[in-house]
């Protein structure tokens, strides 16, 4: 099967960083990012998942945070420069990144929002994100994701 190049994999192409693109079985019931591990035999300290807030101060950002923890709004808040940080809809978020649901990735949004990274990706030498489609993950270092998203590390996540 030939990989689809999506706008995530063409931008780490463009400034040269070493990636792998994985691609497994969709399974439309279960978009969880515990689901992407078990299809793809990846550990979860692997899987980050890239959600859509929206900060009262500075508009949208994008928060990456490993698959099964929480996002803690209240840090993304104060790390973004924001008072209230709050999810955006599921039915905005097409329309603000050009992503759906269990494909959006932190590369390639309709715009550049700023992007908030967990800090426990830095204890792993390599993460997974959405390549910008379901069923596709893009497998880099953490450090050269921070740099393709001008990203920033931030203590974001808390257990759900």
């Not at 099967?1 to 780490?12: G, V």
């Not at 692997?46 to 990456?64: Q, S, W």
């Not at 790390?79 to 390639?108: D, Q, W």
């Amino acid at each position: 099967m030939k990989q689809k190049k999506t706008n995530a994999a063409r931008i780490l192409d463009k400034l040269s960083i070493k990636y792998e693109m994985k691609e497994y079985e969709v399974d439309e019931s279960d978009l969880s990012a515990i689901h992407v591990a078990e299809s793809t035999g990846m550990p979860m300290e692997m899987i980050y998942k890239t959600l859509v807030a929206r900060g009262d101060k500075t508009g949208i950002v994008m928060a990456v945070i490993q698959g099964d923890l929480e996002l803690d709004l209240k840090a993304l808040a104060a790390v973004s420069g924001n008072k209230r940080v709050e999810m955006v809809h599921l039915k905005e978020v097409f329309a603000l990144t050009g992503y759906i649901r269990g494909g959006c990735s932190p590369l390639g949004a309709k715009k550049a929002y700023p992007v908030y990274i967990d800090d426990r990706a830095k204890l792993q030498e390599k993460i997974a994100v959405s390549a910008g489609l379901r069923g596709a993950q893009l497998i880099l270092a953490p450090d050269d994701l921070i740099k393709a998203t001008n990203g920033v590390f931030a203590a974001i996540a808390r257990e759900a």
